[in-house]
């Protein structure tokens, strides 16, 4: 199995590229092959537009399948197109076109014909081929081109190894994203999230983790203690959650490189609800006691709690920093009823936010800054919505019998939580629980596939 650890680069973005369990991930830009010139007085349309449009229209793009020089790279050409079809269409800012409107045009190694393209209503074009280098190595180049101006604006070569090639379809659909839509893409993550298996009131729970497509999904626990809530750490393979082994709630920690889990620290009540600090170095997270919780932050290096709150018997849960890590959202009922509350991250100048019809649960900051996630409880009624960081803006994105759970996609454009549907009999039965995604506008919802029932989902950061 390719080492997620490894990062592949995409140099004219500036990405970084190093080596890792020995295999080398190496990019290098392309020059420009030569187009035709522009002879209009007026600038030229082009695919390069914002997100709001591409909402509203999204951009015809082509994916014919890449060149490739026989032998293993010919299967692995149509694969990289297909991911990258598949990764932009669900995003639903991409429109690509049905690969039988083009199938008489074979991969192209100069400069495309523009004028064909420009006749089948494409805007955006992807080229390129797939080289075997021998043994387990290959060599994918990719270039992006805007039909309507005739241009090339974007050039890679990649060289990995072929278990690696998926990567390079999602680092490809990134550039892409970028490049048109001028914010970063989210196709190069991991999602970790719960695997929920057997009957109803006898859940098996282990950690899972995925590619955000769903594919190279592997469990990480064998389901002998129940798990909940992972959450990644910014920087490091590494994941924080809650576990009741020996039937008391926990933290620990779980490192994907070595699979080893680690107790964070000995507390005298439950531990629950953890996150990681923007840093990486400490781990917000509640602990009960007097009769409710409180919020604490503990340093990693040493293993000390903070307290941050002093309750008073509220319930003080769900702590989430800032990306700046100057505050922490949470939800209490230290005004009678589950709200949300802002504070500094100190502890101080605590406030609440929440005002809508109902209780506000598991908040969650975007990685922007411009949004806090929620679960809102009204009556039978659950919703996932968003608001501004002062309480004002909420708008309430998908409501259903039982939904929970948001994370945010690292570039804060889309959201995923789970969706759970009611049992029909005592036993269970009809009961599921699956991974959605939404557009942070309340668009494009989608369900993401996973091989069993999945709750407690958590976006990890872009690998590259």
């Known amino acids: 199995m390719t080492d997620s650890r490894l990062i592949l680069p995409g140099a004219s973005l500036g990405r970084r590229g190093f080596v890792a369990s020995g295999a080398a991930l190496l990019a290098v830009p392309l020059a420009p092959l030569n187009a035709f010139a522009q002879t209009a007085a007026a600038p030229p349309a082009t695919a390069v537009i914002d997100v709001d449009k591409a909402r509203a229209e999204p951009i015809p793009i082509a994916i014919p399948v890449l060149g490739s020089t026989g032998g293993p790279a010919d299967k692995l050409a149509r694969d990289i197109a297909m991911v990258i079809t598949n990764n932009l269409a669900r995003s639903g800012l991409f429109r690509p076109l049905d690969p039988a409107q083009f199938a008489g045009e074979g991969p192209e190694a100069g400069a495309p014909n523009f004028q064909n393209w420009k006749a089948a209503g494409v805007q955006a074009l992807v080229?390129?081929?797939?080289?075997?280098?021998?043994?387990?190595?290959?060599r994918v180049e990719f270039r992006l081109w805007d039909v309507l101006p005739q241009a090339q604006i974007q050039g890679t070569a990649y060289t990995t190894t072929l278990s690696n090639w998926r990567r390079i379809a999602h680092i490809i659909s990134d550039v892409i994203y970028e490049r048109l839509l001028g914010e970063k893409g989210y196709f190069d993550t991991r999602v970790v999230y719960i695997a929920g298996t057997g009957p109803r009131d006898r859940r098996i729970k282990r950690l899972a983790i995925m590619d955000q497509d769903g594919e190279n999904n592997r469990f990480l626990t064998d389901g002998g203690f129940l798990a909940l809530t992972p959450r990644f750490h910014p920087t490091r393979d590494q994941i924080?959650?809650?576990s009741y082994a020996r039937n008391r709630p926990r933290v620990?920690?779980?490192?994907?490189g070595t699979a080893h889990q680690q107790l964070l620290g000995e507390f005298e009540g439950m531990t629950l609800s953890p996150r990681f600090t923007p840093d990486g170095n400490g781990v917000v997270m509640a602990q009960t006691g007097n009769g409710g919780s409180d919020i604490y932050v503990v340093d990693l290096a040493t293993m000390r709690p903070r307290r941050l709150t002093d309750s008073g018997g509220a319930?003080?849960?769900?702590?989430?920093?800032?990306?700046?890590?100057?505050?922490?959202?949470?939800?209490?009922?230290?005004?009678?009823?589950q709200q949300l509350y802002l504070m500094?991250?100190?502890g101080s100048g605590a406030k609440r936010i929440s005002y809508g019809a109902g209780r506000y649960a598991t908040p969650v900051w975007s990685p922007r800054g411009d949004l806090i996630a929620f679960t809102r409880i009204s009556g039978e009624n659950f919703a996932i919505g968003v608001m501004h960081p002062d309480g004002t803006?909420?708008?309430?994105?998908?409501?259903?019998?039982?939904?929970?759970?948001?994370?945010?996609?690292?570039?804060?454009?889309?959201?995923?939580f789970w969706r759970e549907t009611p049992a029909?009999?005592?036993?269970?039965r009809g009961f599921s629980a699956k991974l959605v995604s939404i557009d942070i506008t309340g668009f494009n919802e989608r369900a993401v596939q996973t091989p069993t029932d999945a709750s407690d989902p958590a976006w990890s950061p872009l690998l590259s």
């Not at 620990?252 to 994907?256: A, T």
Request: proline share 5%.
């Open 127 to 138: 080229t390129g081929k797939v080289e075997s280098q021998g043994g387990d190595k290959v």
């Open 240 to 242: 924080v959650f809650m």
């Open 252 to 256: 620990y920690l779980f490192d994907l």
């Open 315 to 337: 319930i003080d849960v769900s702590p989430c920093f800032s990306p700046d890590g100057t505050q922490i959202v949470f939800n209490s009922d230290r005004g009678g009823d």
């Open 344 to 346: 500094n991250a100190d």
């Open 393 to 416: 803006g909420e708008r309430i994105l998908s409501e259903s019998y039982y939904v929970e759970g948001p994370t945010f996609a690292p570039n804060g454009r889309v959201i995923m």
């Open 424 to 428: 029909t009999d005592a036993r269970g």
